[in-house]
């Protein structure tokens, strides 16, 4: 899979994020100081799930000090379903019950322990079969086409 990682800085926790999705075997799309320097969360955001949304990313990986400012703007972008995951099993439901594409991660609170833990619950977890949960992700996808 290929997945955007973006931060608006390059810190300890992103560089281990990039550390496991390699060892995982994922091919790794940087954006923000791990990609070059000076670009802001919200510039960061749009630009990762703008990667997603187009196809040239399978699913992005944002970090921001509280995780909420990447999350709220990757999720201006049309058909990009960003999460803020402070643990594996929010991470869970969220690929599960939302079909979330993009996960976003606070610096501040987030060990790297329980990072590996949210990327094990993150790519272990499919999006539903359940007819409630697909009718749900069916509904967003229509009004994201709508806007």
């Known amino acids: 899979m290929i997945i955007a990682l973006g931060s608006d800085m390059d810190a300890p926790l992103v560089q281990a994020a990039a550390k496991a999705l ?3 075997g ?3 799309l940087p954006f923000g100081p791990v ?3 000076d670009a802001p969360w919200p510039q960061v955001a749009i630009q990762a799930a703008t990667a997603v949304a187009e196809n040239r ?3 992005a990986i944002l970090f921001c000090w509280t995780g909420t400012g990447i999350s709220m703007a990757a999720n201006k972008v049309t058909g990009v379903r960003a999460a803020l995951c402070w ?3 929010t991470a869970a439901g969220a690929r599960q019950w939302n079909d979330a594409n993009a996960l976003a991660i606070s610096l501040r609170y987030t060990t790297e322990a329980v990072l590996l833990e ?6 272990g977890h499919s999006p539903s079969n359940e007819e409630a949960d697909a ?3 069916r509904f967003l ?3 994201d086409q709508g806007r």
Request: aromatic share 12%; charged share 25%; with cysteine.
């Open 141 to 143: 996808k229509a009004y």
């Open 22 to 24: 390699g060892e995982r």
């Open 118 to 123: 949210i990327l094990d619950a993150w790519f």
């Open 135 to 137: 009718a749900c992700i």
């Open 26 to 28: 994922h091919e790794v």
């Open 87 to 89: 643990d594996a099993p």
């Open 57 to 59: 990313a399978d699913q």
């Open 35 to 37: 990609a070059a320097p």
